[in-house]
DNA sequence: CCATGTAGAATGAGCGCTCAAACTAGAACG
DNA sequence: CGTTCTAGTTTGAGCGCTCATTCTACATGG
């Protein structure tokens, strides 16, 4: 690649992400339907017809944000899975995970894209993916700790586990828009209890 | 009144709930902004001018759908209150709140709803009002269960709990969507167990 | 015959999206 | 060095359409 072509598209990238960034904030504040392309346009700093030579369409933009979310999401479950001691990690990062689902800017912006994918199945599709990546590297988490310590747990019970641990967090996430007042100093020492006597719960071997 | 127009008052009503039962169709399948009068009114079986001889306009329907699903939320809370044994009446209701919140067709209302309330004001007062009357009355509860259980808690301890609660029941209409394979049979004793031992934390004195 | 219920066309605004033209900056050339 | 050429970038008017809402006209039962 010459070194125009490369500057060409570095330039080509940093429209995208302008773009992108501005109609993030859009669609937080008017929905993904609201969020006009005129104001897309005006919110980037360029004119509507532009915006047409970096995305197809309009679901195209949306759908660059779902994916740019949802990386996030799974370079942030990779990290936790390479610490060394994994309960720690566990209980530990418990904290940064309260503060990130009680941002209520990202809230906002989680919102807007589960009532995406609770009707368009194109995007249920993205996100049920993304959640199966996440649940399968938790629930191996579980599994190893819940070994170590000696129970004898189905697949199905540990799965099970992992699912509240993530309704748990999720649940946060409505908890700051229907009381955005929630404190979240005493939250977290509640949730860390609440985690470590779930990880302890009996052994269950249904199957 | 008249016989007569309390005949007339009760066609309105039906009209109106024909209106409103044929909305929440819509707003589910294309979101509040994505539904437009005219599907509105082809779902109801009326025209679309005559919708506006019972709704004001359009966020006038959406407030009304919004109203319902609180008013059936906190007549839901009362019935838990007035049970004679609360502990049991909170763990025992727990596999009916889960069964609740695992429907996808109202999760995907709720979704609908919270993402509107995220960035509509007026909306987002509505939910945050309905909150602060269920929490007041989850937080009663749990009071009551940890002073006779002889614990010493401050209150916002007490409301830290019902919090996380509160977060694990929402938590899960995130899950539905994320993973709509989840189980209920699994969760529900898992369920069970975490309020148990959440509600059987050592005392939190903190204030 | 009047009050109310109902329909559906009309209205103007705003939508996503297209496209021809204008602009820009660097290459090629004399 | 100045001038033309070229290719990519950017614009904004405007198309076809759908939207929420209004208006006019008709039906119907008391």
Redesign the pocket.
């Not at 969020?35 to 104001?39: E, F, V």
């Given at each position: 690649m010459s070194a125009?072509s490369k500057n060409?598209t570095q330039?080509?990238d940093a429209?995208r992400a302008q773009i992108l960034a501005a109609a993030s904030d859009c669609f937080r504040a008017y929905g993904f339907?609201g969020?006009?392309?005129?104001?897309i346009s005006e919110a980037s700093?360029?004119?509507?017809?532009?915006i047409?030579?970096y995305f197809e369409?309009?679901?195209a933009i949306i759908e660059a944000i779902v994916e740019q979310d949802i990386e996030r999401l799974l370079t942030l479950n990779t990290e936790l899975r390479s610490a060394s001691d994994i309960k720690g990690a566990l209980i530990e990062r418990a904290a940064e995970g309260v503060e990130g689902k009680l941002n209520p800017h990202s809230a906002g912006l989680q919102m807007e894209i589960m009532s995406e994918a609770a009707r368009n199945p194109r995007m249920a599709a993205f996100v049920q993916a993304a959640d199966q990546s996440c649940l399968a590297s938790l629930t191996e988490t579980i599994r190893s700790l819940r070994h170590m310590a000696g129970h004898k747990d189905s697949d199905t019970a540990i799965l099970g586990m992992a699912e509240v641990i993530a309704a748990m967090f999720e649940g946060l996430q409505f908890r700051v828009i229907r009381n955005p007042r929630i404190d979240k100093d005493i939250i977290i020492p509640i949730f860390r209890r609440a985690i470590h006597d779930l990880l302890n719960q009996p052994s269950l071997g249904i199957e």
């Open positions: 125009e060409a330039r080509s429209r339907h969020a006009s392309i005129a104001r700093g360029m004119s509507a017809g532009h047409y030579h369409n309009k679901e």
